[in-house]
């Protein structure tokens, strides 16, 4: 009787048991859990803007309220430091080829400004680890537009003062290595083959190489009568800018210059400089053309469109510029 009973329940259990077993059976087999795939985490796109203006501020903030070092270097001291310590320099030639087959700085290499040094970008800042590139031209004012770019690309150049000069140069018979008659050869030397060294930053880089890529015949300066003439007939499309000391514009300057002193003060009035002078072409001049040729390119790789002042306002002692010709308003 006692058995007769159990047996509905037993077969109950069996029954379930038989149930559960077949769920089990159809559930998927489990599965070792694996990590997902690694992905490629890449750097942020760099801002160029902020990065072309953060080393333009650098490079004018760098020489100080005293301009003390304006990146250029005088013709004696240049010789005596080759003389002395010549592995610590490398000089580059930017003057035409057949300008330097007659007789350049020996070891200087030879590069031409413009498009030449866009494509050797490179090669010239492998060539400078470690040392301090030498740039010379004719008269100081293209070197100074490449020794302020160069800069700003992370090599460490300075522009050789009154460049070559001499007497291939018309008021430069006794300026400039050459007028100082320094020693120069006639042998070449070939750009080395050296290890590459890092970019500090491609858009610096590209907004370097557009400026030498895209430049103009004029090599982005206006010649003094050009000047003079588009003041007469449109000076509205001009903004002018005087970058030399304060107490030197006081005593004469061109009509309608402004007056923001090499150096620091630049630093500050890029965006001022920008938004005053939309749909107009920027002039800088200086004393001779050099620091104005190096706010002329720092400006331009900013995006502001502007012209330095071929040999510049003039000075004491300086056959060239503005105010050696007195047929020229000077102002005050």
């Known amino acids: 009787m006692l058995k007769r009973k159990l047996s509905p329940i037993l077969s109950l259990f069996v029954i379930t048991g038989f149930l559960v077993t077949g769920c089990g059976q159809a559930q998927p087999a489990a599965t070792t859990p694996t990590n997902p795939p690694a992905t490629t985490v890449s750097a ?3 801002d160029s803007v902020k990065a072309i203006k953060g080393a333009v501020e650098t490079y004018f903030n760098d020489m100080g309220s005293t301009v003390k070092n304006s990146y250029k270097i005088a013709e004696k001291d240049l010789k005596d430091e080759l003389d002395k310590n010549p592995d610590k320099y490398v000089v580059l030639d930017v003057r035409k080829a057949d300008a330097y087959a007659q007789g350049h700085i020996k070891g200087a290499i030879n590069v031409p400004y413009g498009p030449d040094i866009a494509k050797n970008l490179d090669s010239i800042r492998a060539i400078a680890k470690d040392k301090t590139l030498i740039v010379a031209c004719y008269t100081g004012q293209t070197a100074g537009q490449t020794d302020s770019l160069l800069n700003v690309a992370g090599i460490k150049t300075l522009s050789l003062n009154s460049g070559m000069g001499g007497s291939g140069t018309p008021g ?3 300026r400039g290595w050459l007028g100082q008659k320094y020693p120069t050869v006639t042998e070449p030397t070939a750009m080395p083959t050296v290890p590459a060294v890092a970019s500090k930053s491609k858009a610096i880089d590209e907004a370097v190489q557009k400026y030498f890529y895209e430049m103009p015949k004029d090599s982005y300066k206006i010649d003094l009568p050009v000047m003079k003439e588009a003041l007469v007939k449109e000076a509205d499309k001009y903004y002018i800018v ?9 005593k004469g300057h061109i009509k309608g210059a402004v007056n923001i002193p ?8 890029l965006d001022s400089i920008k938004d005053n002078s939309k749909g ?5 001049y200086c004393y001779t053309g050099q620091t104005a040729g190096q706010t002329d390119s720092l400006l331009n790789i ?9 040999f510049g306002f003039g000075m004491a002692g300086f056959s060239k510029g503005w105010s050696a ?3 020229y308003e000077v102002v005050q």
């Not at 005087?242 to 006081?250: P, Q």
């Not at 090499?262 to 009035?269: E, H, L, Q, R, W």
């Open 302 to 310: 900013y995006g502001i469109p502007t012209k330095s002042l071929n």
């Open 242 to 250: 005087d970058v030399r000391k304060a107490e030197d514009f006081a």
């Open 44 to 46: 942020p796109a760099e």
């Open 280 to 284: 107009k072409t920027v002039v800088v």
């Open 325 to 327: 010709d007195k047929s």
């Open 262 to 269: 090499y150096g620091p003060d630049i630093a500050k009035n």
């Open 172 to 174: 430069f018979e006794n």
